[in-house]
């Protein structure tokens, strides 16, 4: 059994930055791909950056190319992600997510999620 549980969600300002965390457990962290979504109400889970097993290998979204950064710990076992110069766009309930060794960039291809932790950026 994989748990994930993401902290660092809040209420920020337009051109703030903001990391988040996630935190395995329950499995060698070193053998799974990492990587964050991101849904609002109404619209489907959306990947925003993905971080394969060893960290050799990041993906990221147009959306967010440029802003952010995935980067994993793996004696910590946690995934992290830095957002800045965020946007309002940017506002979304973002998910952490874990998959076998390889990078994937759609939401069916990982088994494991997180609960999410809300981010809000006004304007």
């Known amino acids: 059994q994989v748990h994930l549980i993401e902290t660092g969600g809040g209420l920020v300002q337009s051109g703030d930055s903001l990391r988040l965390s996630c935190a395995l457990s329950g499995r060698t962290f070193n053998n799974y791909a990492l990587a964050w979504f991101r849904q609002v109400p109404g619209k489907a889970r959306e990947f925003v950056a993905a971080i394969d097993w060893n960290g050799s290998n990041t993906e990221y979204a147009d959306s967010v190319k440029g802003r952010c950064a995935i980067s994993r710990d793996n004696r910590k076992k946690t995934v992290n992600l830095e957002m800045n110069n965020l946007k309002t766009e940017d506002s979304a309930l973002y998910y952490c997510?874990?998959?076998?060794?390889?990078?994937?960039?759609?939401?069916?291809?990982?088994?494991?999620w997180g609960q999410g932790t809300q981010v809000t950026v006004s304007s």
């Open positions: 997510a874990a998959r076998w060794l390889r990078i994937g960039k759609v939401a069916p291809e990982y088994p494991h």
